[in-house]
């Protein structure tokens, strides 16, 4: 699976933004995917996540009911959509995927976020 993020920019705190991650291959709705984050001189963290069915959403405490992840199986993408931007969620996002039982795996390029304050 090859993983292709966009939808990064800067935007003011308050404001929103929608990140997209497109990904090839057939068994797109065979994997779990997952929205991460590293900001400079931090580690990279979990943001959230969604089943292959996108029944069951997983969601950082830091970022939950500001963001929410989604998935078109049709359209082989994932979703992150970010409202009530902070300053601290200033990072490069990355999407990745992986099989179920397993640790992700498939990573994308990033996509950089900067939240004016």
């Known amino acids: 699976v090859q993983l292709q993020a966009s939808g990064g920019g800067l935007v003011q705190a308050g404001g929103s933004l929608r990140l997209s991650c497109a990904a090839s291959g057939r068994t797109f709705s065979s994997y779990k995917l997952g929205w991460f984050r590293q900001a400079p001189g931090k580690e990279r963290e979990f943001v959230a996540s969604i089943s292959l069915n996108g029944g069951s959403t997983y969601y950082a405490d830091s970022v939950k009911g500001r963001f929410t992840i989604s998935r078109d199986n049709n359209k082989n993408t994932v979703y992150l959509q970010m409202n009530s931007l902070k300053p601290e969620d200033t990072a490069v996002y990355f999407c990745?995927?992986?099989?179920?039982?397993?640790?992700?795996?498939?990573w994308g390029q990033g996509t950089q976020v900067t939240v004016s304050s």
């Open positions: 990745a995927a992986a099989s179920i039982g397993a640790s992700y795996y498939y």
